[in-house]
């Protein structure tokens, strides 16, 4: 079930955001379609996405007339993500991780209970292909989520987490009272693991880099696909994971 949220909101706007919202999951999507996804008549949808049409937010496909996310999006993306100065530092710190270890470096943030991916480092031999920069990804059955969640007051899980949450292999947390002892372990280490919780054979090991507040910016974690984690000193790419989220944190101004 969706949580509520305040405030006032102007609805023809609303349902404009909420359109751009369905094409996360679905690239592609006719006007039946997202008339059907948001319980609305035709004829609404069709003025909305016409709307956002013309303003560069949604553009129409040639070949089969549905629509897709607009140019003006991605160059809105991608202004956000250049003021976003600590994910390029991210980057610098973690390249040499990607490098020296059979893993793949994920750079993450988090919106409403979700991941968001927004940078994969590998040596260009990366075999997972589920966390594709943009994608997002549940909060309580992954490494970066963990590690964010841990550093987020428990309002924020009460507010976006639906329990019992979503069961997405045999190892994924799905109670409260899993989680809440879980996300205590990691603030005493600073480090969360996600031991195939989200897709089987897939290990990481991730950290979050902390706002002068305490609260998380973003986390990072090393993946290991294919039993690869034990291949590498796990107690290592901890150390060397913690120094790099532990500087990252400090330019931000954490002192904790």
């Known amino acids: 079930m969706e949580k509520k949220k305040t405030g006032v909101q102007v609805q023809s706007v609303a349902r404009a955001a909420e359109i751009l919202k369905c094409f996360l999951y679905t690239?592609?999507?006719?006007?039946?379609?997202?008339?059907?996804?948001?319980?609305?008549?035709?004829?609404?949808?069709?003025?909305?996405?016409?709307?956002?049409?013309?303003?560069?937010?949604?553009?129409?496909?040639?070949?089969?007339?549905?629509?897709?996310?607009?140019?003006?999006?991605?160059?809105?993306?991608?202004?956000?993500?250049?003021?976003?100065?600590?994910?390029?530092?991210?980057?610098?710190?973690?390249?040499?991780?990607?490098?020296?270890?059979?893993?793949?470096?994920?750079?993450?943030?988090?919106?409403?209970?979700?991941?968001?991916?927004?940078?994969?480092?590998?040596?260009?031999?990366?075999?997972?292909?589920?966390?594709?920069?943009?994608?997002?990804?549940?909060?309580?059955?992954?490494?970066?989520?963990?590690a964010m969640l841990a550093y987020l007051p428990e309002s924020y899980v009460d507010q976006y987490l639906t329990f019992p949450l979503k069961k997405l292999t045999p190892n994924t947390i799905t109670t409260k009272q899993e989680l809440i002892r879980e996300l205590s372990e990691i603030r005493s280490t600073g480090i969360a693991m996600d031991k195939e919780e989200i897709e089987d054979g897939l290990c990481c090991i991730a950290a979050p880099v902390l706002q002068k507040d305490g609260e998380p910016e973003l986390a990072i974690s090393l993946s290991f696909p294919y039993g690869r984690i034990k291949d590498v000193d796990v107690a290592e790419v901890k150390r060397e994971l913690l120094l790099r989220t532990k500087e990252l944190s400090a330019r931000l101004g954490y002192r904790g």
């Open 27 to 146: 690239p592609e999507m006719g006007i039946s379609e997202i008339a059907a996804e948001m319980d609305l008549n035709k004829s609404t949808v069709f003025g909305l996405v016409n709307t956002l049409t013309r303003y560069g937010y949604l553009e129409q496909v040639e070949s089969n007339k549905k629509y897709r996310l607009g140019i003006t999006l991605f160059e809105m993306g991608n202004l956000v993500l250049s003021r976003i100065d600590v994910r390029n530092e991210a980057k610098e710190l973690c390249m040499p991780l990607a490098e020296k270890y059979p893993a793949t470096v994920h750079i993450a943030t988090h919106s409403e209970g979700e991941v968001i991916y927004i940078d994969k480092l590998d040596a260009g031999t990366s075999l997972i292909s589920a966390s594709n920069v943009g994608k997002r990804a549940p909060m309580h059955c992954t490494g970066v989520g963990k």
